[in-house]
């Protein structure tokens, strides 16, 4: 049923390095969110965007950057990963409008060593 | 902060009746009441959700009060695939959805 796809879903990488996680939709969404979740855990909101450039930042601090240049893709970018950032990243989307249905991806795991 | 309370764990008999309670007291006239259900470490999915009136669906029954302070989902046949966190949210269309604790339920054999 859910149409909305986060790439890779694992990834471990190195210190330092800039890293962008995907996350695109197929179904017209305008409403985009980027969760952060450790294990066992709450999820946090991280990131948000309602269409095209819009951003906002979540109720979670995070280092990360997201942008909306499209309506079906909104990318989290860390420019300097760090052992910190070491967690579970989802992506959802929903329509809006009263409709407020939320579709989660699969997810990223990331490990940054 | 979530605006609802829900027991940390629960454990159900595989083929009985699971039935997850939320309190939500300080909910508003146009909030709705949603549960979404999350596996293992997988995106959390929608489940049912509700305003005032009970409703039902292909994966559950959502029973909510006539005040509205509470609800009670229901999964009339538990089955060890429905081991999982489930998770009551209140939400109103604009807002941001706030994810809980949740009632992590285990399905028993």
């Known amino acids: 049923e859910a149409d909305i796809y986060q790439t890779p879903r694992y990834l471990v990488i190195g210190t330092g390095k800039k890293i962008t996680l995907e996350c695109s939709q197929t179904?017209?969404?305008?409403?985009m969110y980027w969760y952060q979740q450790d294990p066992g855990m709450e999820l946090h909101l991280i990131h948000y965007s309602y269409g095209v450039n819009s951003t906002e930042k979540g109720d979670l601090s995070s280092e990360s950057t997201v942008s909306r240049i499209r309506t079906e893709h909104f990318p989290l970018t860390l420019e300097s990963a760090r052992p910190s950032h070491t967690s579970q990243y989802l992506c959802a989307s929903t329509q809006g409008g009263g409709n407020e249905k939320l579709f989660f991806g699969s997810g990223t795991q990331l490990s940054v060593l | 902060d979530a605006k609802t309370t829900q027991p940390t764990s629960m454990d159900c008999a595989e083929g009985r009746a699971a039935n997850l309670p939320c309190n939500h007291s300080?909910?508003?006239?146009?909030?709705?009441v949603y549960w979404y259900r999350q596996i293992h470490s997988q995106g959390p999915q929608y489940i049912i959700h509700g305003l005032k009136n009970n409703e039902t669906n292909e994966m559950a029954s959502l029973i909510i009060t006539e005040d509205r302070k509470s609800s009670t989902l229901i999964l009339p046949h538990a089955t060890l695939r429905d081991t999982a966190v489930y998770y009551c949210?209140?939400?109103?269309?604009?807002?941001?959805?706030?994810f809980g604790p949740g009632t992590r339920l285990s399905v028993l054999p």
């Open positions: 949210i209140v939400n109103n269309y604009g807002q941001n959805f706030v």
């Open positions: 179904m017209g969404h305008d409403k």
């Open positions: 300080t909910i508003s006239g146009n909030e709705y």
